[in-house]
């Protein structure tokens, strides 16, 4: 490889959300959805440029930054985006916010597919909608849609939007086109708009492909919201850029409205930056990158097959977020995640905060250099043996 990601960088004492969380400095934090690796070296010297500059005023976004999206999605992804269906904002979680701001009144129902990103249900509460569950199927050791029961729940008429993750966290699971299409149908049929948040769009594995739910029809197209950004792929979450996609104009003003009444319309110099060097000139880096990540979910897979048996790794078609179910424990994910915790120091998420159905789950970051990964596997099996 030409990038080295088998580097410990020490991240304590940065003001890591992820590390610095816990006080105790022996806590490995396999958590929070960031990575233990540096960016792009294309976006550190991006960066390094920009600061020695010495002034950082208000940031006017230059056409050099929608030229950078558009052609990244249409050379990855065959997707067209003109750049007037382009909002930027301070990240995906304050774009879907707004977006629902803009798109109900409050008591309208927005749906979502458990398990499921946990900030999906404060974006909804918060702006004054009731959550309503349509529940992945668990089956054969994955997840597949409900599609009865998605019908179903569309079809009431204070339904309003479907907020779908694609790919999806923590699932894994990387929707196919003819799922998406299913999807689309349903939700056109019974106008309820989908808001689909596709920020781990590039982190897809061999064997599997991402389609841009508003790719693939110009009706999906009219009826859809999507929310993206680099912070994933590239380790740029710090750096508060994300951006909204809609080519419906009247869609738009709204967006841009709530956008304002949120407070949420001004973003840094430095995630302008990063992303037009991420998009222009990180493509290698990212190959790479996902070439490490599945190095990581192949040695964890083979770890617990050898070691821990009884609980059941998911196949991992996207992200770098492993969903583990620990059922045969019969013990709650709160009470395994303490036993972790209180035991080996080791910091994971438990699955109950991603709805009810993630109750006897785990959910762990597997984008750490993989000494990392093998110390934290040591910590877990040495907890629940």
């Known amino acids: 490889m030409k ?214 029809s110009k009706e999906f197209l009219m009826n859809s919201v999507t929310c993206i950004s680099p912070s994933k792929a590239f380790n740029l979450a710090g750096l508060q850029i994300a951006n909204i996609i809609s080519a419906n104009e009247y869609v738009r003003m709204k967006i841009d409205k709530a956008i304002n009444i949120n407070e949420v319309c001004d973003v840094n110099p430095f995630g302008v930056e990063a992303l037009i060097s991420a998009y222009n000139e990180g493509e290698e880096w990212l190959e790479e990158l996902k070439q490490y990540l599945l190095g990581n979910y192949n040695y964890l897979k083979r770890y617990f097959e050898k070691y821990l048996p009884h609980l059941k790794v998911l196949p991992l078609e996207g992200t770098y977020l492993v969903w583990v179910d620990c059922s045969a424990r019969k013990q709650s994910s709160e009470e395994i995640v303490k036993t972790l915790l209180d035991k080996e120091k080791l910091l994971v998420n438990e699955g109950n905060m991603y709805g009810e159905v993630g109750k006897y789950f785990i959910r762990i970051n597997i984008a750490c250099p993989r000494a990392l990964l093998i110390d934290g596997l040591g910590r877990l099996r040495r907890a629940l043996k």
């Open 3 to 216: 990038y080295y990601f088998d580097e410990i960088i020490p991240r304590r004492g940065s003001n890591s959300y992820k590390w610095d969380t816990a006080k105790e400095e022996d806590v490995l934090p396999m958590w929070v959805a960031d990575m233990d690796f540096r960016t792009a070296p294309c976006v550190v010297e991006a960066l390094h440029k920009r600061v020695e500059h010495g002034i950082f005023g208000y940031t006017k976004v230059p056409s050099a930054y929608y030229e950078a999206v558009t052609n990244w999605f249409m050379r990855r992804h065959g997707w067209q985006i003109k750049e007037d269906w382009i909002i930027y904002t301070s990240g995906v979680v304050p774009a879907l916010s707004a977006i629902i701001k803009a798109l109900t009144m409050p008591g309208d129902r927005v749906l979502v597919q458990t398990p499921v990103y946990n900030c999906f249900f404060s974006s909804i509460r918060n702006n004054g909608c009731e959550v309503v569950t349509n529940p992945l199927l668990y089956t054969d050791g994955t997840y597949r849609i409900d599609f009865d029961g998605l019908e179903k729940e569309a079809s009431d008429p204070k339904v309003k939007l479907l907020l779908l993750c694609n790919p999806h966290n923590p699932a894994g699971r990387v929707w196919t086109r003819q799922e998406l299409m299913h999807i689309g149908e349903i939700c056109f049929r019974n106008e309820v708009w989908v808001v689909a948040d596709e920020i781990h769009c590039e982190l897809v594995f061999p064997g599997h492909s991402y389609t841009p739910f508003a790719s693939i």
